[in-house]
């Protein structure tokens, strides 16, 4: 039986930081890294370091990139064993462009081989979400195979957590609000949901989160960069600061939060200390070039913040 059951995306990143400010129409000096990455991933490695049992759902290609996938799942303690692999076809890849603070400035992203996640597949596990005590999504699913996934999670009783994964995405889940138990946009990725303009303070964000709970939510937490993240229920709303870090690369980050506060849900923590839980994740992230820190542990989260108790 596994703690969290994940679906969607494994995704080669390469990631390009400029070293200046950036000049359009030209060659600009970066430093460029690869590493291996997708948010659904991001989230099983987050939670297999904490000490989760995570098992993940997902498509991978017979190349270099799914052999790294293959080889970090198994070093970290994360269950890809029912994972495709589609001979002759290239692992999902994600190309990001950095500027010299590590901010995102354009990504490019080639999911097709997500295609292969049907619901039938999803059927030929349905095992797995009777298995499990929470099933977490990523958007980087077809319609049909995030319809299936939900239906099925909801067969079960098992609560749905989702991550929008991007602004363009986050629009697809108007349709399912009602069925999400936790949902963790960030601030442009609300806005589209709700179809308002994108929160710009702490209380617009909190009001955004407690409109997202009034459309059917359970949880929704709205990151909000260097500002933090703020979260609401239906009981209760707050807003949590952002930890003072020094950043290197933003990649990642949303993904880590996503992973902790699943963690503290899944070992009875309050919302709002599941929530600062996925703050201090995050900033682990931002502190380094990985999409997910090496040095993410249970132990390092809890001392970064000793208010947290389980």
């Not at 017979?62 to 799942?73: H, T």
Request: charged share 25%; glycine share 8%; aromatic share 4%.
């Amino acid at each position: 039986m596994s703690d969290v059951l994940v679906i969607g995306a494994s995704i080669l990143d390469i990631k390009g930081r400029l070293t200046e400010q950036p000049i359009p129409n030209s060659s600009n000096y970066a430093s460029i890294k690869m590493s291996i990455g997708g948010v659904a991933r991001n989230i099983a490695e987050n939670l297999a370091r904490l000490g989760a049992d995570a098992r993940l759902l997902t498509a991978i290609g017979d190349d270099y990139a799914g052999e790294e996938m293959s080889g970090n799942a198994e070093e970290v303690g994360m269950d890809i064993s029912r994972a495709l692999m589609i001979d002759g076809e290239s692992t999902a890849t994600y190309l990001a462009a950095l500027d010299q603070t590590g901010d995102l400035l354009l990504g490019l992203d080639d999911t097709d081989i997500m295609r292969h996640i049907t619901p039938e597949y999803l059927r030929k596990n349905e095992d797995a979400f009777e298995d499990c005590e929470m099933v977490v999504l990523d958007l980087n699913l077809t319609d049909a195979a995030l319809d299936e996934a939900i239906k099925t999670a909801r067969q079960y009783g098992k609560k749905i957590v989702v991550d929008p994964t991007s602004t363009q995405r986050a629009v697809r889940l108007k349709k399912h609000l009602a069925d999400l138990d936790i949902i963790t946009p960030n601030m442009d990725e609300a806005a589209a949901i709700l179809g308002r303009s994108s929160p710009n303070t702490p209380d617009d964000a909190i009001a955004a989160a407690r409109a997202l709970v009034g459309l059917g939510v359970g949880v929704a937490v709205i990151t909000q960069a260097e500002q933090g993240a703020c979260y609401a229920t239906e009981h209760e709303w707050g807003h949590f600061p952002a930890l003072n870090v020094q950043i290197v690369d933003t990649t990642g980050a949303g993904d880590a939060l996503t992973a902790a506060i699943v963690f503290g849900v899944l070992n009875n923590l309050s919302v709002a200390d599941s929530v600062r839980l996925g703050l201090n994740a995050a900033s682990l992230t931002l502190r380094t070039s990985e999409t997910v820190s090496s040095e993410l542990s249970l132990d390092q989260l809890y001392g970064m913040d000793e208010t947290i108790k389980n």
